[in-house]
């Protein structure tokens, strides 16, 4: 009797970002590597099984709100869902800098920023200010967690504490320049890839 056993299989995962105009090829791209595709949906979004066992979970930028997206298969629903426009109130900060905003999807309506981060203070009340004069429903944290949590915890943004975070941002370099980037990547899906490893 052969008493060896078999090593667990391994996986190697990757993440990307998205967006709603190119998930269809992403899609596409995804099932010609892997062979066919079988969908299942849940409420941890949406899983593509492939032939050769990779895997696909597709996330919505934003929690189920009562906006369903709309088309004829989840994966059509999913890239309207995510091109649905929504307020965004970002933050981003590191030691270096920071940036703070509010975007109505991926346009920037309003922004301040400083080469550098001063105190928490200071940044809550300059994103407090930007975030009073649009719609935020969703705060985009990015950059330093640990930071961003201390401008998040300041009393000038009381009135957004209970606002949605959505998930958190790696973002290096938090000048204005990198504030288009980062609302773009708010928006979009979000894919955790499996490949089975040999």
Aim: hydrophobic share 45%; aromatic share 6%; glycine share 10%.
């Amino acid at each position: 009797m052969d008493r060896r056993t078999s090593a667990p299989r391994r996986h190697a995962t990757r993440t990307a970002l998205v967006s709603a105009a190119r998930l269809a090829g992403w899609a596409d791209r995804f099932a010609a590597s892997h062979g066919p595709v079988v969908e299942d949906f849940d409420d941890a979004g949406l899983l593509l099984r492939a032939a050769d066992g990779a895997t696909a979970l597709l996330r919505a930028p934003w929690p189920a709100d009562g906006r369903p997206g709309r088309g004829p298969n989840e994966l059509r629903r999913l890239a309207s869902l995510a091109a649905q426009e929504r307020g965004l109130g970002l933050v981003l900060v590191r030691r270096g800098g920071y940036v703070v905003a509010s975007a109505g999807g991926t346009t920037i309506l309003a922004s301040k920023s400083g080469n550098r981060f001063i105190d928490a203070r200071s940044t809550a009340e300059h994103a407090a200010r930007i975030f009073a004069a649009h719609v935020v429903e969703y705060i985009v944290p990015g950059g330093d967690r640990a930071l961003v949590d201390q401008v998040l915890a300041q009393p000038a943004l009381k009135a957004f504490t209970g606002r949605t975070r959505l998930p958190f941002l790696d973002v290096q370099d938090v000048k204005a320049a990198a504030l288009q980037k980062a609302a773009a990547d708010a928006c979009s899906v979000r894919i955790t890839v499996t490949d089975p490893v040999g």
